[in-house]
C-alpha cells in the first residue's frame, strides 16, 4: 500500500509473526466518520495483509476469524467500505476478491458521515514479493462485472420474524422489552400462552441477563423460547374459582362413597364370604371370634397322641 500504511519494519527482523500496519491519523479520522464500527475493524485487518500498493486478497474465512464477525457480515463490511470510497473489490476467478486499499486525505476535519469525498481510483500493477512490478504472463480472460451492490437500508429496530440477520454478538439491555410483533407471533403459535406473554417475556429476559447470554439473533431465541414454553396447568379462559372436574377413574373411594351404603348383591356377597370362613375355623378347631383353638381342637390333639 502507500508508505505511511506499508510496516516500516522487514518481515524477516520481526521476531514473532504478528501482523500489524501503520495508518495514518487523517485515514483513521475519516474512517471513524464515514463508516460503522464494524467496517473499520476490517479496514484495519486488510491493511495488515496489503502491500505499499494496497494490493492485498485475505478470504473472508480469514477476515471473520480475525475479527470475530460472521462470513456474510465481512461481505456487507466490504461493501461498506467501497461504498465509502476507502476500498475497491475485484473478482477473480474461483472466487477470489482482489482488495485495494485507498486512502482518502481530509481537509483539516472529518466530513459528515456518508460524505466523505473520495478520489479517483487508481489502478495498481500487481508487484512481488520484494515490491518491483510484477510482468503479467499470461492475458486473463474478461471478467463479468459483479453485480451492483444492495442499496443499504437503515437496521431495524427489532428484526422480523421471518428474518435473522446474523451480526456481532450483544445482550439484552437493562430496558428491553418484547417488541409487539414478537408478541403477536407468539400468541398465534401458542394461542394457549396468550394470557401469559408478559410474564413470559419478563422470565426471557430475566433468565438471559442472569446468565449473561450474549447472542447474533435474539429472535430465534424467542422463537425457541416460546417453542419450548409449557402450557399453563388451568384451561386459558375458564372463570375465576372454576372447580376441576372430579375424575372418575379413581383408585379409592372418596369420603361420600364411603358412606353411601352398599348395594344388596355387595352386601350379600360379603355376609356369603363370612359365613363361609367362619365354618372353615371351625372345621381346624378355632373360634372364629376370638381366634383361639376350641376343646375339640385339644381333643383331636390328644387322640393324635401315639400309645406308649
Keep these: 500500500m502507500l508508505s505511511q500504511i506499508a510496516p516500516l519494519v522487514s518481515p524477516a527482523t520481526v521476531a514473532t509473526p504478528e501482523r500489524f500496519a501503520f495508518l495514518p491519523a487523517s485515514l483513521l479520522k475519516a474512517l471513524n466518520a464515514s463508516v460503522s464500527h464494524g467496517a473499520f475493524v476490517v479496514y484495519a485487518m486488510l491493511a495488515t495483509f496489503a502491500d505499499r500498493s494496497g494490493h492485498c486478497w485475505p478470504g473472508r474465512a480469514t477476515l471473520a476469524e480475525m475479527t470475530g464477525f460472521d462470513v456474510e457480515y465481512i461481505s456487507r463490511l466490504t461493501g461498506e467500505l467501497e461504498r465509502a470510497g476507502f476500498l475497491r473489490k475485484r473478482h477473480r476467478p474461483g472466487g477470489r476478491v482482489d482488495y485495494y486499499l485507498l486512502v482518502v486525505p481530509v481537509d483539516g476535519g472529518a466530513s459528515p458521515r456518508g460524505k466523505t469525498s473520495t478520489p479517483p481510483v487508481e489502478e495498481f500493477p500487481p508487484l512481488t514479493e520484494n515490491g518491483t512490478p510484477q510482468e503479467t504472463e499470461r492475458a486473463r480472460e474478461p471478467e463479468p462485472e459483479p453485480p451492483p451492490p444492495p442499496a443499504r437500508e437503515p437496521e431495524p429496530t427489532s428484526p422480523a420474524l421471518s428474518e435473522c440477520r446474523l451480526q456481532a454478538r450483544t445482550a439484552l439491555s437493562d430496558d428491553w422489552q418484547a417488541p409487539d410483533e414478537w408478541i403477536e407471533w407468539a400468541g398465534q ?112 390333639g390328644d387322640d393324635s397322641r401315639p400309645s406308649r
Excluded at 408478559?198 to 439473533?217: K, P
Excluded at 429472535?219 to 372454576?242: F, H, L
Design 189 to 300: 403459535q401458542r394461542p394457549e400462552l396468550a394470557s401469559t406473554l408478559g410474564e413470559i417475556a419478563e422470565n426471557f429476559a430475566d433468565y438471559h441477563r442472569s446468565r449473561g447470554t450474549r447472542s447474533a439473533c435474539w429472535t430465534a431465541e424467542w422463537r425457541r423460547w416460546i417453542r419450548r414454553e409449557r402450557a399453563p396447568r388451568s384451561p386459558v379462559g375458564a372463570p375465576q374459582g372454576a372447580q376441576a372436574p372430579k375424575p372418575t377413574d379413581r383408585r379409592y373411594p372418596t369420603p361420600e362413597q364411603e358412606k353411601a351404603p352398599l348395594p344388596a348383591a355387595v352386601q350379600a356377597a360379603i355376609e356369603a364370604s363370612h359365613r363361609r370362613f367362619q365354618e372353615q375355623c371351625r372345621q381346624m378347631g378355632i373360634d372364629p371370634a376370638t381366634g383361639a383353638p376350641t376343646a375339640r381342637a385339644g381333643q383331636r
